[in-house]
């Protein structure tokens, strides 16, 4: 395989999982209109720090295992080692089931002392999804180390359909349940705790899938391994110590790089009793950030995971076959990518967040919509640096630098702690001491980890391309897209409610302002012809725009 043609799969793959990130975050969004709004601010509050503890222990127990397994196959895959890429594999379903054991343990047993006592049955309900997720992660690393990221794109999005689905439902039956057994005062409770059910059934539905897929390919896997003429195949033992060598300080960056939003969310609410709030305001508080802001958040922040993913197993080949030109190749590649993906969902967001709040959750007060405006705003700019910072994660876990990123980590969450303590103790911004400290955090790690991949493999960014362009055509959107939602919400000032009326300019902005893009970003060069081809479609598209001359050639 030419190195162009391994340069064009690699967006294309980068591009359908970053595809299925929007769409499956997109589901999420969808049906998180009307969960949140059933559950209101303070069901939302105890759903949100379930599913924050949740989630860092998913981290910890098999998050890095996709990473670790598609980081180590693919050296073994460049090599023609399948006999020992089978062992990895057997070996990592081994380790997922006695650390999903323990994990899903811990989190039952010891739900009381991670949240609050509203929170507690539904981080309980989420303690089996911690045992089954690990299986699905297994599975996706090992597509991933192929490089075929179809198998993992197409169960992100049934996890999340399947999600959607049982979230409300379970939500509905459990608040119902609280009412027939004489518990109405605690109906959002019961419901946050229905709604963590669909997380189990999103999980059990793409393991499935999975399981589904890899059973009907066993037979290639078989053909490969009878063909391999490896004289040294790895024992279990030492596959294990290489799994575990490589899974280890990924599980320590992973956890050191998102530990923040447990961290966050207990000092807040150790701050918020210090001064005499009840559970049930900064519940309701903490609910805002958490379930309105990060929700909108995560999507660009996904696609930037996605694309991460995508990185770490080319990047290691290259990185093994002593490609260092490749290296530079792709990391230049996905940070364009990312840039392109995350910078205008930023803009996007910080000028249209309050009608976009506004739109998705009506049954929020007018205090309540202004703060999600206000995190949505001051946010955007850490959003662009968290999608920065995944790739040099993967970057420096792809290229064997993987105790750095817990150094920079490490690091950034000093500053960051210190930082929210003075804020939430000595002022009074609230929710929005999360998004200063949070900037500060990416900010230190974006540049600790940059200056690490810069000493290492003589990288500089190509800053007009990953950059430059992408905020450049990202600004002129966002001009457009406010302009836009004026113009709307003034013409049809007469014709429709206050809610029909702003959902109409939001919807006509976003898609203004999305071809706006596009073209902006054509016009000033900063996608070409070429790297068109790369990705899905790329052909059509470039012939739309040579067709109405938007295109550089």
Same mark, same amino acid.
């Given at each position: 395989m ?11 793959q980068?591009t359908?999982?970053?595809a ?8 999420g969004?969808?049906y998180n ?7 209101e601010e ?10 924050t503890?949740?989630?860092l222990i998913?981290l910890i ?12 196959m693919?050296e ?7 006999r020992?890429?089978?062992r990895i594999?057997d070996?990592?379903m ?6 999903g ?5 811990i989190?039952?047993?010891?739900a009381?002392q991670?949240?609050s006592?509203s ?6 309900v989420?303690?089996?999804?911690l045992?089954?997720s ?8 090992y ?7 179809v ?11 399947f999600?959607a ?5 379970m939500a ?11 518990k109405?005062?605690c109906?959002?409770?019961y419901?946050?705790a ?7 059934a999103g999980?059990l539905s ?11 390919d066993?037979s290639e ?14 024992t279990?033992k030492?596959?294990?110590?290489t799994?575990?060598m490589?899974?280890?300080p990924?599980?320590? +960056?992973?956890?050191?790089y998102?530990v ?5 969310m ?7 009793? +210090?001064?005499?709030?009840?559970e049930?305001?900064?519940?309701a508080?903490?609910g805002?950030?958490s379930?309105y802001?990060?929700v909108?958040?995560?999507?660009p922040?996904a696609?930037a995971s996605a694309?991460?993913?995508?990185v ?5 080949a290259?990185?093994?076959?002593g ?8 990391i230049?590649?996905a940070?364009q990518l ?14 249209l967040?309050?009608p976009i ?19 949505l ?12 910072s995944?790739?040099?994660?993967g ?8 105790n750095?990123?817990v150094v ?8 960051h ?14 929710t929005?001491?999360?998004i ?6 990416v ?12 000493k ?8 007009k391309n990953v950059?430059v362009?992408?905020?450049v ?6 001009v457009?897209a406010l ?30 302002a999305a071809?706006?893009?596009f ?19 790329g ?15």
């Amino acid at each position: 395989m030419g190195k162009k043609k391994r340069t064009n799969n690699f967006a294309m793959q980068a591009t359908i999982l970053a595809a299925a990130s929007i769409v499956s975050k997109l589901i999420g969004m969808i049906y998180n209109i009307p969960f949140a709004n059933l559950l209101e601010e303070e069901g939302n509050g105890y759903y949100g720090k379930a599913q924050t503890v949740y989630y860092l222990i998913l981290l910890i127990a098999t998050f890095s295992i996709p990473q670790a397994v598609s980081k180590i196959m693919a050296e073994k895959i460049e090599k023609g080692e399948y006999r020992n890429v089978k062992r990895i594999f057997d070996v990592s379903m081994l380790y997922v089931l006695i650390v999903g054991l323990i994990a899903a343990g811990i989190t039952f047993f010891g739900a009381p002392q991670f949240v609050s006592p509203s929170a507690v049955l539904s981080l309980r309900v989420l303690a089996p999804t911690l045992f089954l997720s690990g299986f699905a992660s297994v599975y996706r690393g090992y597509y991933q180390a192929y490089g075929n990221m179809v198998p993992t794109s197409v169960s992100q999005v049934i996890e999340q359909i399947f999600n959607a689905f049982f979230s409300i439902a379970m939500a509905v039956l459990f608040m119902n349940i609280a009412v027939s057994i004489g518990k109405a005062d605690c109906r959002q409770m019961y419901g946050a705790a229905g709604g963590t059910v669909g997380t189990g059934a999103g999980v059990l539905s793409g393991l499935i899938y999975m399981a589904i897929i890899y059973n009907r390919d066993k037979s290639e896997l078989r053909e490969r391994m009878n063909s391999d003429t490896t004289g040294s195949i790895m024992t279990y033992k030492e596959a294990f110590k290489t799994l575990l060598m490589i899974a280890t300080p990924i599980i320590f +960056s992973s956890f050191i790089y998102n530990v923040n939003g447990t961290l966050d969310m207990k000092l807040h609410e150790a701050i918020m009793k +210090s001064h005499g709030y009840t559970e049930q305001y900064y519940s309701a508080q903490y609910g805002l950030y958490s379930r309105y802001y990060l929700v909108l958040a995560n999507i660009p922040i996904a696609m930037a995971s996605a694309v991460s993913s995508t990185v770490i197993p080319r990047v290691s080949a290259n990185h093994a076959a002593g490609d260092i030109a490749g290296c530079r190749k792709s990391i230049s590649k996905a940070l364009q990518l990312t840039m392109v993906l995350t910078i205008p969902c930023a803009i996007g967001f910080m000028t249209l967040g309050r009608p976009i709040i506004s739109l998705l959750y009506p049954r929020l007060t007018e205090k309540s919509v202004q703060t999600a405006a206000e995190l949505l705003l001051f946010g955007g700019v850490s959003i662009i640096f968290y999608g920065f910072s995944s790739v040099l994660n993967g970057v420096l876990q792809g290229v064997g630098r993987v105790n750095f990123p817990v150094v920079s980590a490490s690091v950034a969450l000093v500053f960051h702690i210190i930082l929210l303590y003075i804020l939430l103790e000595y002022t009074d911004l609230g929710t929005l001491s999360f998004i200063a400290a949070t900037l500060l955090y990416v900010l230190i790690i974006v540049g600790m980890n940059y200056w690490n991949i810069k000493k290492h493999l003589q990288y500089s960014i190509d800053w007009k391309n990953v950059i430059v362009m992408p905020l450049v055509s990202a600004v002129i959107m966002g001009v457009v897209a406010l302009s836009v939602y004026f113009i709307f919400t003034f013409i049809l000032s007469n014709a429709f409610g206050e809610y029909i009326r702003s959902g109409i300019a939001v919807i006509a902005a976003i898609i203004i302002a999305a071809i706006t893009y596009f073209v902006s970003l054509l016009r000033f060069g900063g996608y070409t012809e070429e790297m068109l081809l790369a990705f899905p479609k790329g052909a059509a598209v470039a012939r739309i725009a040579k067709k109405f001359h938007i295109i550089k050639e």
